[in-house]
């Protein structure tokens, strides 16, 4: 049961081809910046939207990208590890929190999965704002973290550098991303989003699929933030809080969650609103605010799914214009 | 470890819950009639901190009267809010959830826009300390608790003994069944959801002399409201009041062993044991 493979795949060859592409249009450092952004949102949008495909909003991914953060930040500075191992230990070590926080949230669904994922979400903040401040750095946060450092003779620490190998991290994930949203695996979350009941009684352990997810994602969410604690080099707990995590709801929600083309669409029109907003502070969370709400009301399968709502409501003001007026029950 | 600095603890603790039990229940009213979990809920309350701050701490309007009118206002916002954003949402979690994510940030940003970013103090309306035993309570403290309690006991007898709460109650049981029996879902939602709001403002019209006014002032509250309301159990008044109370002894508690901010981690671990023990709340039906 395998989907038709061969749009998505000319999707990832044009993210590819366009993430190549840029360094030969612009090398300023400023347009290099925003293009790492979007790749390392794009990294965590997708692994988001990987969850929320199976109904769930995980309102503590933000913390795993910050597990993994802390954790490569860490054991570079203090342990003395290459970056290039501690990328994946970092992302190995949220993986693996993720299995008993996943298997404790996923017992339960609805609104308290909203609720029991943001708890853990504060639990997480609080650690590295208020406990072991030697290690983690409290408050003030955790600064000093070096860059990556060579790897077969070429040096990471320019923002060329590192923009493509945020490229490289990038395309790898989503191409790993939109191959599973194919295959089988891809179908049965799609069920389970769509009748989590059904999917059961045709004999799919719902409960393993959703933690499979978890941990999927939280494995993807912890490689993204390490990539952020070597690529900012400081960390600060509220990096990892309450609004970072709204944002990544909006990058993900606004594109829409149905295809894998939601995120991506998303995460570029969105942070690039946000570069343009940046100067007036107060109105940008504003905006958000507001676009979120409006999507969520007149488009909630997102932007990307907008020309075939568009041709819906075409059709139907073609249909009311036809029948005479107030006759019918029709909704 | 004397007696006296324990129950002091204690006392501390139970201080301010049953403020942070008045915002539980205007979500859990909300959440039980609409389904929908109100993540801008503190930011009701923030607007109830404003209107004390204009009515009582500006123009010295009485305290009292200050808060009659932050109840009233912030329930006619909370009915706006359903029938504008809310209202197509009912039994929609996912989205209606997303959607109060943006409502947060619209409303965190407007207070900003419109009030400015600085906290704004309000004086306190009561002044002096009540001893005895052994411990002692600050009379404002005091007063604060005890209106919270009264605002409590209104609600409960709103929601036994009149009209429209029954058909609260009735809506959130059933709605079907409540249609049927002619009860107008359309108004009780918005009737709920403002209800629900309005706790939230004359919880913020409480506690706004006690901490300062500010367009963020609502992320605290609302975060113990979600933890009072997990504990006790979603849609269960009494669970609501045990679940805050038993927050409120085990923090007082636990800043006798950890800073005030480590404290904080008390309550989501209390949310992350009744979940995993007892799933729907210590009080909450199925």
Redesign the interface.
């Given at each position: 049961m395998e989907r038709s493979a061969v749009a998505p795949a000319a999707g990832v060859a044009l993210i590819a081809l366009g993430a190549a592409a840029l360094p030969l249009v612009t090398r300023d450092s400023y347009y290099l910046d925003v293009a790492t952004t979007i790749l390392m949102n794009l990294t965590l949008t997708m692994s988001f939207r990987l969850q929320v495909s199976t109904?769930q909003?995980n309102m503590a991914h933000i913390s795993f990208m910050g597990i993994g953060a802390y954790a490569s930040a860490l054991l570079v500075t203090r342990a003395g590890l290459s970056f290039w191992a501690t990328l994946w230990i970092g992302a190995l070590v949220a993986a693996l929190l993720a299995v008993p926080i996943g298997s404790?949230a996923l017992?339960?669904s609805?609104?308290?999965y909203?609720?029991?994922t943001?708890?853990?979400s504060?639990?997480v903040r609080?650690?590295f704002?208020?406990?072991f401040e030697g290690l983690f750095g409290g408050p003030s946060g955790l600064v000093g973290i070096p860059k990556p450092g060579r790897l077969l003779g070429l040096v990471f620490d320019g923002k060329l550098a590192l923009y493509g190998l945020m490229a490289v991290l990038c395309v790898v994930v989503v191409l790993a991303l939109v191959r599973l949203d194919c295959s089988r695996f891809g179908l049965t979350a799609g069920a389970i989003r769509q009748a989590d009941l059904v999917a059961e009684t045709l004999g799919v352990n719902v409960f393993r699929y959703k933690l499979t997810t978890f941990v999927l994602g939280s494995f993807v969410a912890g490689l993204a933030g390490v990539f952020f604690a070597h690529y900012r080099q400081v960390l600060h707990s509220s990096d990892f809080g309450?609004e970072p995590m709204?944002l990544l709801?909006?990058f993900t929600?606004i594109g829409g969650t149905g295809s894998v083309w939601g995120p991506v669409v998303g995460t570029i029109l969105m942070t690039i609103a946000s570069e343009l907003l940046r100067e007036l502070h107060?109105?940008?969370?504003?905006v958000?605010?507001?676009?979120?709400?409006l999507t969520?009301?007149f488009a909630?399968e997102g932007l990307v799914a907008l020309p075939g709502a568009a041709r819906r409501l075409l059709r139907r003001v073609r249909a009311r214009t036809t029948a005479p007026a107030g006759a019918g029950l029709a909704p | 470890m004397s007696i006296e600095l324990l129950v002091q603890a204690l006392l501390n603790g139970f201080g301010l819950a049953m403020v942070y039990v008045l915002v539980a229940l205007g979500l859990t009213l909300i959440?039980s009639i609409l389904?929908i979990?109100n993540f801008a809920h503190g930011e009701f309350y923030m607007l109830g901190g404003y209107v004390t701050y204009y009515l009582y701490a500006l123009f010295g309007v009485n305290y009292f009267a200050t808060l009659v009118l932050a109840i009233l206002t912030v329930g006619i916002a909370g009915v706006v809010a359903e029938r504008l954003?809310f209202h197509?949402?009912r039994g929609r979690?996912?989205?209606a959830?997303?959607?109060s994510?943006?409502?947060?940030?619209?409303m965190?940003?407007?207070a900003?826009?419109a009030f400015g970013?600085l906290d704004k103090p309000v004086p306190s309306a009561f002044s002096g300390v009540v001893r005895g035993l052994g411990v002692v309570i600050s009379v404002e403290r005091l007063v604060v608790s005890l209106s919270a309690i009264v605002l409590i006991v209104a609600l409960y007898l709103f929601l036994r003994v009149s009209r429209p709460g029954r058909a609260m109650r009735a809506v959130a049981q059933d709605p079907d069944a409540a249609a049927l029996q002619g009860v107008n879902i359309d108004v009780v939602s918005a009737l709920g959801f403002g209800v629900g709001c309005a706790l939230a403002g004359g919880a913020g019209g409480l506690l706004a002399p006690l901490f300062a006014v500010s367009p963020a002032m609502g992320?605290l509250p609302v975060?113990k409201a979600?933890?009072i309301i997990?504990i006790g159990g979603?849609g269960s008044l009494p669970g609501a009041v045990l679940g805050g109370l038993l927050l409120g002894g085990v923090e007082g508690l636990g800043a006798l062993f950890m800073?005030s901010?480590?404290v904080?981690?008390l309550g989501?671990?209390m949310?992350?044991v009744v979940?995993?023990v007892r799933?729907r709340g210590l009080v909450g039906g199925a």
């Open positions: 109904g909003i404790v017992r339960v609805g609104p308290y909203f609720l029991i943001f708890a853990f504060e639990v609080l650690f704002n208020n406990f309450l709204v709801v909006v929600v107060h109105y940008e969370i504003l958000f605010g507001a676009v979120l709400i969520m009301l909630p | 959440f389904e979990i954003i197509d949402l979690a996912l989205n959830f997303i959607v994510l943006g409502l947060l940030w619209v965190q940003a407007g900003q826009l970013v992320a975060v979600f933890i997990i979603m800073g901010a480590a904080n981690i989501f671990v949310v992350i979940l995993l799933p």
